[in-house]
């Protein structure tokens, strides 16, 4: 304890200077009796002590200085790498958006020509239906013109034979025959 206690007292309080003796200290140096070999010993050995202690302050400096260059240093590599893989990590994950989007629009670009063929395709069964809708409609009406034409020809003719048959007062007569 007695050994800290020594230092303590050793150590410059904060806000003044340490590493020299300044001028106060001088004056009080002059006023002490220049005869006294103590006191020069005492002058000498305070001015060491504060030389030391302004050494091994700068050595402490330098040390913390370089410790804290060292340690930034790292804390910088680290952030460093840090960015670099999740650069890389956006990176990968922009080139798979990238080829999953490429992918999903061939399958939709595959899916446009599918219900285009397909919407060709019932274009054209339509345009056949309707073309033979009508080409069926032609005949219809030639086939039915046809009929018509025969059954009329036959309404004459059995007109014709049934008149031959029965004479404009014999038609009576055979009523019973139509029913």
Do not use: C
């Amino acid at each position: 304890m007695a050994s800290r206690r020594r230092r303590s007292a050793a150590k410059p309080h904060k806000g003044k200077k340490s590493a020299t003796m300044d001028d106060d200290d001088l004056d009080f140096a002059m006023s002490q009796s220049p005869s006294s070999d103590d006191h020069i010993d005492k002058l000498a050995l305070a001015e060491t002590i504060f030389s030391t202690k302004e050494k091994k302050s700068k050595e402490k400096q330098a040390k913390f200085l370089s410790g804290a260059k060292k340690h930034l240093h790292r804390e910088n590599q680290k952030i460093a790498q840090l960015i670099v893989d999740k650069s890389q990590a956006a990176d990968e994950l922009y080139a798979r958006f990238q080829m999953d989007y490429a992918e999903n629009e061939d399958k939709i670009r595959k899916l446009w020509i599918e219900f285009e063929a397909a919407e060709s395709r019932m274009l054209e069964i339509h345009n056949r239906r309707i073309e033979i809708a009508g080409k069926t409609e032609q005949h219809i009406e030639k086939n039915l013109d046809a009929a018509l034409a025969s059954q009329k020809e036959s309404i004459n003719n059995f007109s014709a034979m049934k008149n031959a048959l029965y004479p404009a007062g014999a038609e009576k007569k055979y009523t019973h025959m139509e029913e």
